[in-house]
């Protein structure tokens, strides 16, 4: 072979290699996405931007949940898409001109619903609800459908509601109680992730019970114990400390019909009825035991231990002071007639408030307990049965006149500024923050707003099983001497912890 014929052959196949070096270019292109980020929740809308090295790209491919989204030639692409509220995964794939490919995947979670109201942990009286409460969240770009549920408890595993609606807002017809929920949005793709959970309570609801073998008069809690005035069946203590499962632990039989109840320190002191005041130790919760008696004149409905007195609604023989500083010999050291049927008693400082009821509110001076003097006296339209004192105001439950705000800031002349008339009739109340918690007979329990005093408005209720008589109020709790139902615990604020 001639020289020329060599150097024609070179560069021949100089020329193929040259041109094909492709076919031995065995490395795919190399991915890398700017963003979106893998994980990332972009609400629908996606901004993507990829870079793809390779000397020999040919095209590259986007697709979304196996659905191609576009295709490229560039080794640059920006590009926005709207994908709707599903989450899923976008793959990136780019090839060479011999045939090599690669991709990359990333997830995304798109559509998370944001909600707005209500706030998380929120307490939501039921007849502020107009027995129907919103439930709103913002709207998700390209969303055509969204899911919300509720659930007494946080895993959602026995659901109290489960629809699905086009609007970004469900009002629900409440029931009463403690829930938690959640809203998803979706489209023809398929549904987008949960957004976060909340917790809302309508109330009030009823958390537990124990029924008590007697008749539940009165009660009242101190720490975690509520001590019920059981009628017949007299003194009952009631471990509360898991309100929703209380237990009785201890009781006392004793030898009348237990009406009202007081515990101050180691001591029961109950108001026996035609048994008068009876003193029990109750220093060991489950075994009380009485230590000392006095057998008042009257009947004993009530009874308010202030120091080392005694304070005693005793019927048709007025108020009745006992000194109680030897709990094993209280000695009456004073009384009072009052023109009516003493009932119920409340003590601040130094005068004694007595629901009289038909006499309505009398205030008595007790600075001299051996010598108590009437000062001042409001005559509710109704019958006085109970009176709890808070500020200025006495808060008289007055049978079927409801609710009574008398105004206390001048003794010698009481003076009605508010009233709510309750729809049963109103036998306990107790007062604490800027509610009046009335216990209403058939009416149950009704929750009264008296931040302005002059105008009360009822803003929950919960209808008792038996006869509402007696109200007790402790942290979130309403704590309700049902009579033949029993003690009812019932929710009246919200958690303190989640």
Same mark, same amino acid.
């Given at each position: ?25 065995? *490395? ?75 991709? *990359? ?38 969303? /055509? ?22 609007? /970004? ?71 509360? $400390? ?43 919760? $489950? ?27 005793? @019927? ?105 008339? /309750?729809? @049963?009739? $109103? ?63 019932? *929710? ?7």
């Amino acid at each position: 072979m001639n020289n020329r014929v060599s150097k024609i052959l070179i560069f021949f196949t100089l020329m193929v290699i040259s041109g094909c070096e492709y076919l031995f270019d065995f *490395k795919p292109p190399e991915i890398t996405v700017v963003s979106p980020a893998d994980g990332a929740n972009i609400n629908g809308v996606v901004v993507l931007e990829v870079l793809v090295k390779d000397e020999h790209l040919k095209s590259v491919k986007v697709y979304w949940n196996e659905n191609t989204l576009g295709t490229y030639i560039d080794s640059v692409i920006v590009d926005t898409f709207f994908l709707g509220p599903s989450s899923g995964t976008m793959v990136i794939k780019a090839w060479d001109i011999g045939g090599n490919w690669s991709e *990359k995947k990333i997830e995304l979670k798109i559509g998370i619903v944001q909600i707005v109201s209500p706030e998380d942990g929120v307490w939501v009286w039921n007849k502020n609800t107009g027995f129907a409460y919103v439930f709103v969240w913002r709207n998700v770009l390209n969303a /055509t459908k969204y899911e919300i549920q509720f659930d007494n408890e946080e895993n959602f595993g026995s659901l109290e509601v489960d629809t699905v609606l086009s609007d /970004t807002q469900f009002a629900w017809s409440v029931n009463i109680g403690r829930f938690y929920w959640r809203v998803r949005a979706g489209n023809n793709i398929g549904w987008g992730p949960w957004s976060e959970v909340r917790l809302v309570e309508i109330g009030p609801y009823e958390a537990g019970y124990y029924n008590s073998l007697g008749n539940a008069w009165d009660v009242f809690v101190l720490d975690n114990y509520a001590y019920v005035a059981d009628w017949y069946s007299d003194l009952r203590v009631i471990d509360i $400390s898991n309100p929703s499962l209380p237990q009785e632990i201890g009781y006392y039989y004793t030898p009348g019909d237990a009406e009202g109840i007081f515990v101050l320190d180691n001591y029961a002191y109950v108001a026996d009825n035609y048994s008068g005041l009876r003193v029990i130790d109750i220093s060991n919760p $489950s075994s009380p035991q009485e230590v000392g008696y006095y057998d008042t004149p009257g009947k004993a409905y009530d009874v308010f231990v202030l120091d080392n007195y005694a304070y005693v609604a005793d @019927g048709d023989s007025g108020l009745r002071v006992i000194d109680i500083s030897n709990p094993s010999l209280p000695q009456e050291i004073g009384y009072y007639y009052t023109p009516g049927d003493a009932e119920g008693i409340f003590v601040l400082d130094n005068y004694a408030y007595v629901a009289d009821n038909y006499s309505g509110l009398r205030v008595i001076d007790i600075s001299n307990p051996s010598s108590p003097q009437e000062v001042g006296y409001y005559d509710t339209p109704g019958e006085a049965y109970d009176v709890f004192v808070l500020d200025n105001y006495a808060y008289v439950a007055d049978n079927y006149s409801g609710l009574r705000v008398i105004d206390i800031s001048n003794p010698s002349s009481p003076q009605e500024v508010g009233y709510y008339d /309750t729809p @049963g009739y $109103s036998s306990g109340v107790y007062v604490s923050g800027s509610y009046a918690y009335i216990a209403d007979w058939y009416a149950g329990l009704r929750v009264i707003d008296i931040s302005n005093p002059s105008s009360p408005q009822e803003v929950g209720y919960y209808d008792t099983p038996g006869i509402a008589s007696g109200v007790y109020v402790s942290g979130s709790y309403a704590y309700i001497a049902d009579k033949d139902a029993g003690l009812r615990i019932i *929710k009246i604020s919200p958690q303190v912890e989640r």
